[in-house]
């Protein structure tokens, strides 16, 4: 009996048992798992075709849309490992992540060929190079290039008989699914390698503690080319949800409308995005009376946050997560522990262990404050071609005997195990001998009123060793000095965390998936 623990089973298994049921809605297109499904073995046909094999690396440079979702699946299905780049990328990047993973084929939106076309120049790994419509940009395209070919469906059928028969497809869940690149906000990007395994392991915890049902509608303006978004559509197929996509969180508003017109129950976000959402007017946010789960990662919320969200929203629950791609998720805080401990992020999810260790390696009691450690079937097998960087992440842990996948975040746990992000180890602040969160100093600030979004590094002083510094953005229409914003940091925190220097800045630059770059305000 052939066992079915593939990543794109999910996706077979839930059309074959609800084929007419909703799987995704965009822009005004309605597709069922049974469309979605056959999308996917029309273009696994096509990229066999081409010569795809088992374990080639299929990137995708797409906009959310009906074909990210199709490429996806199709990837998978003809046993191959998904790349996704988020469409923001620059030629100079893409022809890095490019070469690096030694990609086989390319499936771009044809409005994205400007930073395609110079990076193709750089590559020779590349065969195939698909386009998705059709674009005003007149720039010859490298002879690799072709429309992406129209769906065949008796090429489909015959793929399927041929995966039944054929042994060249055999695929364990041991075998990789997925290259997700970081974001690379420190150094040069890295491949974190994904198998089936770790994947089907991290949506099924994920969406069992957030008890996803069939009936749900998971509104998603995330890049599927950021983990979080793409988990989404990984965990909708498990539970048979759909997934109402949006192009982008560009125009909030338009979200919004998104969610009442389509009756949401789960909204996934970021803090990025729900600074955007409470900068809205109130006339804008509609009542949502199906919406039921917020969630949040990427980076902590912060206090204030947290309160405006719950006072927008009230029917619905809000998880704080914490995640990172090298194992998708690691912790979240049940909602009736938010009033509790509104800052913390919670603790393991199901089908893991976490603890912290410290300097030595050795693992901390409650109540101490140390680096977090991850052991589970979620945990990367490694970065790409890249093992120095991977033996810095992963451990053989002399307790359990297994690899542990070391975060490179601190943490302190309270007396009953919640866990409370401290800062990237490279990230402490060390001012007049002390040591300061750059995190807890955000928080203050984002208490302030009138403060949009915020972010604390620590500067060279002569005097101090290192200078708290804080950058701020205001909301509209809003006027604070720095006196302002110093002053209320001196009420709230110790003198050695209050910042010596406020940068007021219309925007905070931000990596390819939304987090604050601190490395460009250094």
Same mark, same amino acid.
């Given at each position: ?17 609800t ?14 798992w049974?469309?979605?499904? /056959?999308?996917? =073995?029309?273009?696994? %046909? +096509?990229?066999? !075709?081409?010569? &795809?094999? @088992?374990?080639?690396r299929? *990137?995708?440079l797409?906009d ?9 699946w199709?990837?998978l ?14 030629h100079d ?10 990609a ?9 060929m ?9 590559n ?14 007149? /720039?010859?395209? =490298?002879?690799?290039? %072709? +429309?992406l070919? !129209?769906?065949? &469906?008796? @090429?489909?059928?015959?793929? *399927? ?18 290259i ?7 150094g ?5 390698m994904l198998?089936?395994?770790?994947m ?13 049902q ?12 950021f983990?979080?978004g ?19 969180f ?38 949502l ?13 912060s206090?204030?946050?947290i ?12 998880y ?24 913390s ?6 089908n893991?262990?976490v603890?912290l ?5 050795q ?13 589970g079937s ?10 120095a960087a ?28 919640y ?44 005097l ?15 006027l ?24 007021f800045?219309d ?11 601190k490395?460009?305000l250094?």
């Amino acid at each position: 009996m052939l066992l079915r623990h593939l990543l794109h089973h999910l996706l077979e298994r839930t059309a074959a048992r609800t084929p007419k049921a909703d799987a995704l809605v965009f822009e005004g297109q309605r597709l069922t798992w049974a469309d979605i499904n /056959q999308q996917a =073995d029309c273009l696994a %046909a +096509a990229l066999q !075709a081409r010569g &795809v094999q @088992a374990g080639d690396r299929v *990137a995708t440079l797409l906009d959310n849309s009906v074909q990210a979702v199709v490429s996806l699946w199709a990837t998978l299905k003809c046993g191959a490992v998904v790349m996704p780049i988020n469409p923001l990328t620059k030629h100079d990047k893409l022809a890095y992540l490019l070469n690096d993973a030694r990609a086989s084929v390319l499936i771009a939106h044809a409005v994205l060929m400007p930073e395609v076309s110079p990076a193709l120049r750089q590559n020779s790994s590349l065969h195939t190079v698909w386009v998705v419509g059709t674009s005003r940009d007149s /720039q010859p395209l =490298d002879a690799r290039c %072709a +429309a992406l070919p !129209a769906l065949d &469906v008796e @090429a489909a059928i015959t793929l *399927a008989v041929t995966l039944k028969t054929k042994s060249a497809v055999q695929l364990t869940d041991q075998d990789l699914a997925a290259i997700i690149y970081t974001s690379g906000s420190t150094g040069q990007p890295k491949g974190v390698m994904l198998t089936h395994l770790n994947m089907r392991s991290a949506a099924r915890s994920v969406s069992s503690y957030l008890e996803l049902q069939p009936t749900d509608r998971i509104s998603c303006a995330l890049p599927l080319a950021f983990d979080y978004g793409l988990y989404q559509v990984l965990m909708a197929a498990r539970v048979g949800a759909c997934v109402v996509l949006e192009r982008s969180f560009a125009f909030p508003a338009k979200v919004l409308e998104g969610l009442a017109r389509e009756r949401v129950t789960v909204f996934p976000g970021v803090p990025t995005m729900f600074s955007l959402l409470m900068n809205l007017k109130l006339t804008a946010l509609r009542h949502l009376p199906d919406l039921r789960l917020i969630t949040n990662t990427a980076a902590a919320l912060s206090e204030h946050h947290i309160q405006q969200l719950r006072a927008l929203f009230p029917q619905a629950q809000l998880y704080s997560m914490y995640g990172l791609t090298e194992c998708k998720r690691v912790t979240y805080l049940p909602p009736d522990q938010l009033g509790i401990r509104p800052t913390s992020v919670g603790r393991g999810m199901p089908n893991e262990e976490v603890w912290l260790i410290d300097e030595a390696g050795q693992r901390l009691p409650n109540g101490s404050t140390g680096e977090l450690v991850i052991r589970g079937s979620h945990v990367m097998r490694g970065y790409w071609d890249k093992p120095a960087a991977t033996a810095e992440r992963l451990h053989l842990d002399p307790t359990t005997g297994q690899t542990v996948l070391h975060s490179g975040d601190i943490f302190r746990t309270d007396s009953e195990g919640y866990l409370y992000f401290v800062a990237r180890k490279d990230d402490i602040i060390k001012s007049r001998g002390e040591k300061v969160s750059p995190r807890e100093v955000e928080n203050v600030l984002y208490s302030l009123d009138g403060v949009l979004e915020a972010a604390v590094i620590g500067v060279s002083d002569d005097l101090l060793g290192e200078a708290v510094k804080a950058f701020v953005t205001l909301k509209t229409g809003v006027l604070l000095t720095d006196r302002d914003v110093i002053r209320h940091c001196m009420a709230q925190l110790e003198s050695f965390m209050v910042p010596k220097t406020v940068i007021f800045v219309d925007e905070l630059p931000k990596t390819d998936t939304g987090k604050i770059k601190k490395t460009c305000l250094r």
